[in-house]
């Protein structure tokens, strides 16, 4: 099979043949059809990512077709579309026991970040793994339910949203446009905040009731203004790179008392003063999260499938071109997710 290799970390992919993945009896072998392409890609190439090992294919928010199934495998069958679910989890640990699979003691690593991802043509991925998508679903959108909706659907339900409350979006690209989403049809009011005007008019499109151009408003003070004074429930970090300190103290000062902060990007190594006052006198509370669980995975697919929520696709490019689109993703985060397909 061919496979879009990472030979070296900050060194262009290599396009070449390489070893059929085999699989074991509860595995299915996939064939990958389309990878979402996002900013942690860009930190596995610069070898940021200490985990990531080379050589290495890319592609953890991966969807693809069944070519094969395993002998113990019985809820799957060749030819079904389907979402890869790129952590692998034991099922044993506390952590899985418990029902929190994403964050498993013993995990042997995420397909396309420690494991062969979706950046080779063929995939050997456990049958618990992976999610069915519906037909309305295309195969371009299908490899955004993973990472780009599964992982912010997963931090929105830590925060537990309510119906009605007031929820700031700050950085609507990829993972925001999708949290901007799912946070409309629980029933909040959203506040999308970014420095980027084409991207706060998707997000008006999409359903934000209000959107903030944090290079020409201050952020705090509009949002104190639209909630009379109180200040939001709620509020999304996902920034990333080198505004998230200024963000997060945006962040606690625009929160009402009682506030959720809810942290989803990061720049690797970065520190963030905080004020413990500030938070313990306005009953602040800090969520962070990342990743996700084969449930949300699957309650993404069922809000796409039915046009509940719309997987946002800037391009679709040839994987062959893999390292163009890193150069575009590099350029500045685009409006939703550029995905990279096999052909
Ligand atoms: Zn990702
Ligand atoms: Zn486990």
């Known amino acids: 099979?061919?496979?879009?290799?990472?030979?070296?970390?900050?060194?262009?992919?290599?396009?070449?043949?390489?070893?059929?993945?085999?699989?074991?009896?509860?595995?299915?072998?996939?064939?990958?059809?389309?990878?979402?392409?996002?900013?942690?890609?860009?930190?596995?190439?610069?070898?940021?990512?200490?985990?990531?090992?080379?050589?290495?294919?890319?592609?953890?928010?991966?969807?693809?077709?069944?070519?094969?199934?395993?002998?113990?495998?019985?809820?799957?069958?060749?030819?079904?579309?389907?979402?890869?679910?790129?952590?692998?989890?034991?099922?044993?640990?506390?952590?899985?026991?418990?029902?929190?699979?994403?964050?498993?003691?013993?995990?042997?690593?995420?397909?396309?970040?420690?494991?062969?991802?979706?950046?080779?043509?063929?995939?050997?991925?456990?049958?618990?793994?992976?999610?069915?998508?519906?037909?309305?679903?295309?195969?371009?959108?299908?490899?955004?339910?993973?990472?780009?909706?599964?992982?912010?659907?997963?931090?929105?339900?830590?925060?537990?949203?309510?119906?009605?409350?007031?929820?700031?979006?700050?950085?609507?690209?990829?993972?925001?446009?999708?949290?901007?989403?799912?946070?409309?049809?629980?029933?909040?009011?959203?506040i999308a905040v970014d420095i980027s005007e084409e991207k706060l008019t998707t997000a008006k499109e999409l359903g934000a009731t209000e959107i903030i151009n944090a290079s020409k408003t201050n952020p705090v003070e509009a949002i104190l203004e639209i909630t009379n004074g109180l200040g939001a429930d709620l509020a999304l970090e996902i920034v990333g790179g080198s505004a998230v300190p200024i963000v997060i103290q945006q962040c606690i000062d625009l929160l009402k008392r009682g506030g959720r902060l809810l942290i989803l990007g990061y720049h690797m190594g970065q520190k963030v003063p905080i004020d413990p006052a500030q938070l313990v006198y306005k009953w602040i509370q800090i969520i962070a999260s990342h990743n996700h669980t084969v449930k949300d995975v699957a309650d993404a697919a069922s809000l796409v499938n039915d046009g509940r929520v719309k997987a946002i696709i800037t391009d679709t490019i040839p994987i062959e071109e893999a390292n163009d689109a890193f150069q575009i993703l590099r350029a500045g985060d685009p409006v939703g997710r550029i995905v990279l397909e096999w052909s």
């Open 1 to 190: 099979m061919r496979g879009m290799i990472l030979k070296e970390f900050q060194k262009p992919l290599v396009l070449e043949e390489t070893n059929e993945p085999e699989i074991g009896p509860n595995q299915v072998l996939v064939k990958s059809k389309s990878n979402g392409l996002c900013a942690t890609d860009l930190k596995i190439v610069d070898g940021l990512i200490q985990t990531a090992p080379t050589p290495l294919m890319l592609g953890h928010e991966n969807a693809g077709e069944i070519l094969e199934v395993g002998s113990n495998v019985t809820g799957f069958n060749s030819g079904d579309r389907v979402v890869v679910v790129s952590k692998q989890t034991c099922g044993y640990c506390q952590m899985c026991r418990l029902g929190s699979e994403e964050m498993c003691l013993n995990s042997p690593g995420r397909l396309g970040i420690e494991l062969h991802g979706g950046f080779g043509e063929l995939v050997a991925v456990s049958e618990r793994n992976l999610v069915k998508i519906g037909d309305n679903v295309s195969s371009s959108a299908a490899c955004l339910i993973g990472g780009t909706l599964g992982s912010p659907l997963h931090a929105i339900r830590m925060a537990n949203v309510q119906l009605g409350e007031h929820a700031v979006v700050f950085g609507v690209g990829g993972l925001g446009i999708h949290a901007l989403q799912i946070l409309r049809y629980l029933g909040a009011n959203v």
